[in-house]
């Protein structure tokens, strides 16, 4: 793996404010690894899997596997998760769905949809990748922005491309939102800076097996040519994912060292300028792949508590 030099110096973990925090994700690349699993953190360093790290949500369509799940709260006050639909075992180019789920309590999840590429033609009737998608509520277009790692027979190598919905059921014909031509770009994540109104696009950087990020005005691009590498991890990472910790200016990164089965943790509140979170200071003991944080209320956290830790 490439070696980086991390700081000597960490971040302090910021005191959260309010609510709590939920983690969904995947553990493995066994067909029965590919399930939905949870787990919850008061304080958003500190997490611990629910249902004995056990599926808390087993796909009955598609591929019948899920990998990548990304969940958010959405402006209905439903939560959504979108994951990419994918059995590994069948190989790395063999997925062109993405799998959606809904739910008012994170606890009954409902209207399980798969949005197959294929079926827009074209180019992607022969889609190979649809990877990682994640949605961003998009004020301009009054839409949520669905943006996923994509490539297809003709182009191999996988790049963003964005779509819209309003439903998580159906999305508007996929565009280009990001490419660097013949170097794959996956795992992307964006947040916004309301420091300098920017949009920054993190995405695994293959060349170094890190994180960059690449900045736009808009949402939807288009995003600058000039990766800034971001992660302080000494091993391989992808899969990250930037969260706020409520109530404060402090933003934390954590991405997927997956050749390790750890999960690594840095801090910023700038989005350019990281330090890493000392190991004694967060824990994720259950060994997650590649996931996503959303803040919850109090009121989640004790539903989820009630049903799942009895």
């Not at 999840?109 to 990748?129: L, P």
């Not at 309003?166 to 794959?184: A, S, V």
């Not at 934390?252 to 997956?258: A, P």
């Not at 943790?265 to 967060?282: A, G, I």
Request: charged share 25%; proline share 4%.
């Amino acid at each position: 793996f490439y070696e980086r030099v991390i700081p000597m110096n960490f971040a302090t973990p910021a005191k959260s404010t309010n609510g709590k925090y939920l983690f969904a994700y995947f553990v493995g690349n066994e067909p029965e690894q590919e399930r939905i699993h949870f787990a919850i953190s008061e304080d958003g360093y500190n997490f611990e899997a629910l249902n004995n790290n056990e599926p808390i949500i087993l796909q009955t369509k598609g591929k019948k596997c899920v990998r990548d799940p990304y969940i958010l709260k959405g402006q209905d006050g439903f939560y959504y998760i979108i994951g990419t639909d994918m059995k590994c075992i069948e190989g790395w180019t063999s997925n062109h769905s993405l799998v959606t789920w809904k739910s008012k309590d994170l606890v009954n999840w409902t209207d399980e949809t798969i949005i197959d590429m294929r079926e827009f033609g074209g180019d992607f009737a022969t889609t190979t990748r649809a990877w990682a998608p994640q949605a961003y509520w998009d004020k301009e277009e009054n839409a949520y922005m669905v943006y996923w790692a994509h490539s297809d027979e003709k182009n191999d190598v996988a790049q963003m491309y964005y779509a819209y919905t309003t439903d998580f059921k159906t999305i508007t014909e996929p565009k280009l939102l990001f490419e660097r031509p013949g170097i794959q770009t996956i795992d992307g994540d964006i947040a916004y800076s309301e420091l300098n109104n920017k949009y920054y696009l993190y995405f695994k950087h293959d060349e170094d097996q890190t994180i960059a990020y690449v900045t736009a005005d808009k949402l939807n691009g288009p995003y600058c040519d000039d990766a800034v590498v971001v992660s302080l991890a000494k091993t391989g990472v992808e899969g990250s994912e930037i969260y706020n910790i409520t109530g404060t200016n402090q933003w934390v990164m954590i991405m997927d060292e997956y050749g390790t089965d750890r999960f690594f943790m840095q801090q910023t509140t700038d989005f350019e300028n990281f330090l890493p979170v000392n190991s004694d200071d967060y824990s994720m003991a259950f060994n997650p792949r590649h996931g996503s944080v959303v803040a919850i209320s109090d009121g989640d956290y004790a539903r989820l508590v009630e049903k799942y830790k009895k």
